[in-house]
């Protein structure tokens, strides 16, 4: 059974970055095998897609606006997602989800099996 665990999130001005890391485990296939994606869901909103990564495709939500960059290092089963020039409206708890899959990724949450238990980012002066 995969296992993710998120980390990195926290308290950030306006303007600021962080690095979101996904670790994998309890999987005897290496991460490669699988499709990641990032989540966030803000308070009283739905959980919406941030960006994924799998089979050599790499997507990003609109919103994103080149401020975010996604990469995977399959020897440590981590997944990333850098986060620059970070703004209130980032504020969520944000989420990776992982789908074993050869064919790409998805931006939709009812695509994934596996989720990880989230974490928080707060950006605010």
């Known amino acids: 059974q995969l296992q993710l665990v998120e980390s990195g999130g926290g308290l950030v001005q306006p303007g600021g970055s962080l690095r979101l890391s996904c670790t994998a485990s309890?999987?005897?296939?290496?991460?490669?095998?699988?499709?990641i994606g990032w989540f966030r869901q803000a308070p009283g909103k739905e959980r919406e897609g941030v960006s994924c990564?799998?089979?050599?495709?790499?997507k990003y939500a609109a919103f994103v606006s080149r401020r975010f960059t996604i990469s995977r290092d399959n020897t440590k089963n981590t997944v990333y997602l850098q986060m620059d020039s970070l703004n209130p409206e980032d504020t969520a708890v944000y989420y990776c989800?992982?789908?074993?899959?050869?064919?790409?990724?998805?931006?939709?949450?009812?695509?994934?099996?596996?989720w990880g238990q989230g974490t928080q980012v707060t950006v605010s002066s």
């Open positions: 990564i799998g089979d050599g495709t790499i």
């Open positions: 989800a992982a789908r074993l899959s050869q064919d790409g990724c998805s931006e939709y949450v009812s695509w994934y099996n596996y």
């Open positions: 309890g999987s005897t296939l290496d991460l490669d095998h699988y499709a």
